[in-house]
Nanobody
Framework: QVQLVESGGGLVQAGGSLTLSCAAS????????MGWYRQAAGKQRELVAA???????NYADFVKGRFTISRDNAKSTVYLRMNSLKPEDTAVYYC?????????????WGQGTQVFVSS
């Protein structure tokens, strides 16, 4: 149905920045909300930020003021700009998308990209 391909993870020092990208493959389904989740070792997956197709964004409290989510609908791509990174931001970051077509809704997940923030 649709594949989400993430890129941009890696190793960064505390205080540094990274930008994650997630591109959705072509699909008969329409992309609705897209977002980023993360899962640290031994912890549950949690929402980081999400953005509607109209561009309305919401953020988890722990990233407000540091992370910015954006999307390019023409490229079916969502971005996560992460500034002022902290060691506690270390996690696997997953892209997520809600899709719909003819009244049918589905969701999709990317494979995850590792972000490691050193102190």
């Amino acid at each position: 149905q649709v594949q989400l391909v993430e890129s941009g993870g890696g190793l960064v020092q505390a205080g540094g920045s990274l930008t994650l990208s997630c591109a959705a493959s072509r699909s008969a389904f329409s992309l609705n909300a897209m977002g980023w989740y993360r899962q640290a070792a031994g912890k549950q997956r949690e929402l980081v930020a999400a953005i509607t197709s109209a561009g309305s964004a919401n953020y988890a409290d722990f990233v407000k003021g540091r992370f910015t989510i954006s999307r390019d609908n023409a490229k079916s791509t969502v971005y996560l700009r992460m500034n002022s990174l902290k060691p506690e931001d270390t996690a696997v970051y997953y892209c997520h998308a809600d899709l719909s077509r003819l009244g049918v809704t589905i969701d999709a997940w990317g494979q995850g990209t590792q972000v490691f923030v050193s102190s």
